[in-house]
């Protein structure tokens, strides 16, 4: 049985989340304790507990422990055998941190994974925006041969969620490696403006305006999507994410969301600030798609290697467990002001 103690590192539910998606993956039960130690409200939120849940269901695996506020966790899962799988997360717990824990597996069904996640939240605090998914981390996965293809029924936000969407996956038995070693030139930065049941004030355009007139400044041309959305009548907001495509296949990206008493401009002004924040850097993975490309990369059979421009604690939480649980090895070397993640095969 592996084990891990969910308090090491960032003591956060990443350490869950990728643990509970490598177990499956591995076919080897877990015991994970002192789950989400080092949060203020530490063991099972509600959305950790419908992720695991979700993974459970995709390979029909035994549960201990799988309650609200449960610190512990023994995971016993079984083949991952694909079909059509519902969750439901019921407040606005973060759709892409559920998506996130359930990707790696579903790659691994026998069939066809089509997930649909109802009643939660799409674009929300503390978690990277569903458009971000479909726009920065769907394509570099892609590079990798997952193909998976993700829509959105019902966009939702902070405090009462009620967002669909609708995720189907491929198996792919078999992952390309991923080497981003040069940063190359900026080719394009594009953007989706969200917003819902606010078109008539405008906020969508607004926000994308600012992004544009913040990145024109700066040497930049952005083109810029905007979506007046009126798929959830029950939770108006909106949402803005950026991103940079390079002539040598880096993507960056960035996102902000809106908040009562945040202007669209401050959300505009925001995303585009974190995504030249990125740029000028010139990393080949910004800062929150380096750690979700870790566990992909751990699993792929050759070395693969990208720059980015930091190491968060979700990036250094992913590198160590990756290596605990797949038995592989990376190395990180700063050079020139970047981070160079190299996964170099088993140690």
Avoid at 172 to 186: D, K, V
Avoid at 298 to 324: G, P, Y
Wanted: hydrophobic share 40%.
């Amino acid at each position: 049985m592996i084990e891990i103690d969910g308090s090491q590192k960032s003591g956060s539910g990443t350490i869950l989340r990728l643990s509970v998606a490598l177990a499956a993956i591995l076919g080897q039960p877990l015991h994970i304790y002192n789950i989400r130690q080092n949060r203020p409200q530490s063991g099972l939120r509600p959305q950790h507990l419908e992720a695991v849940l979700t993974a459970a269901r995709l390979c029909d695996a035994e549960l201990e422990g799988a309650e609200l506020n449960s610190r512990e966790l023994w995971f016993k899962p079984r083949k991952v055998k694909g079909g059509k799988i519902e969750s439901e997360i019921g407040t606005a717990g973060s759709i892409p941190m559920l998506v996130m824990t359930v990707l790696p597996i579903c790659i691994f069904a026998e069939n066809t994974v089509q997930l649909h996640v109802s009643k939660g939240g799409t674009d929300v605090s503390h978690s990277p925006t569903i458009n971000y998914m479909r726009y920065v981390l769907l394509p570099m996965l892609k590079r990798m041969g997952i193909n998976a293809t993700l829509t959105v029924h019902k966009y939702g936000y902070y405090p009462k969620g009620m967002g669909e969407i609708t995720i189907t996956v491929e198996p792919s038995q078999f992952l390309t490696s991923l080497r981003l070693e040069n940063f190359g030139e900026i080719a394009s930065i594009k953007g989706v403006s969200v917003c819902t049941f606010l078109a008539d004030r405008k906020v969508a355009e607004r926000q994308a305006n600012k992004a544009k007139s913040y990145l024109k400044e700066k040497g930049y041309k952005a083109n810029i999507q905007v979506i007046n959305d009126k798929s959830n009548p029950l939770q108006k907001g909106s949402s803005l994410v950026l991103w940079a495509e390079t002539n040598a296949n880096a993507i960056l990206g960035a996102d902000a969301i809106g908040e009562l008493r945040k202007t669209s401009e401050t959300v505009g002004a925001e995303a585009a600030e974190k995504l030249l924040e990125e740029v000028s850097a010139k990393p080949t993975a910004d800062v929150h798609l380096a750690d979700m490309l870790i566990p992909y990369i751990a699993m792929a059979k050759d070395k693969s290697a990208f720059f980015t421009r930091t190491i968060s604690n979700h990036l250094e939480t992913n590198i160590w467990l990756a290596e605990k649980m797949l038995n592989v090895k990376f190395n990180v070397a700063k050079t020139d002001g970047l981070y160079k993640i190299e996964k170099v095969g088993q140690p």
